[in-house]
């Protein structure tokens, strides 16, 4: 059981990513997937959630900017992300959890990937 993340990289202010998470040894549609970030001496904070059902979750420093979305035949679920700003920079995480999003509590999710980085800054 493993998910990985990729697409992270260095964006200008105002600019977009497209992140994916990619799973291995399981099937991603029936469970929610998280997304998470943590930044240099921050704690891990849930970003966005799509349940298994397809509803959608989002905090609200990335509402109107953030989307993400399921593709179960590659069984990969993305997140874009538009209009990033410097808050945006951390390192991003996937997680998974059973059916539901809940209240995107980390302690929550589990089969955590390794993170991919994502860098916001002129």
């Known amino acids: 059981v493993q998910l990985v993340e990729s697409g992270g990289g260095w964006v200008q202010p105002g600019g977009s990513l497209r992140l994916s998470c990619a799973a291995s040894?399981?099937?991603?549609?029936?469970?929610?997937i998280g997304w998470f970030r943590q930044a240099p001496e921050n704690k891990r904070e849930g970003v966005s959630c799509?349940?298994?059902?397809?509803?959608?979750y989002y905090v609200d420093s990335v509402k109107g900017r953030f989307t993400v979305s399921r593709d179960n035949a590659e069984n990969t679920v993305f997140l874009h992300m538009y209009n990033l700003n410097a808050n945006d920079t951390a390192v991003y995480y996937c997680?998974?959890?059973?059916?539901?999003?809940?209240?995107?509590?980390?302690?929550?999710?589990?089969?955590w990937g390794q993170g991919t980085q994502v860098t916001v800054s002129s």
């Open positions: 997680a998974v959890r059973d059916l539901t999003c809940g209240s995107l509590n980390p302690t929550n999710f589990g089969s």
């Open positions: 040894g399981f099937t991603l549609d029936y469970y929610a």
């Open positions: 799509i349940s298994r059902a397809g509803s959608t």
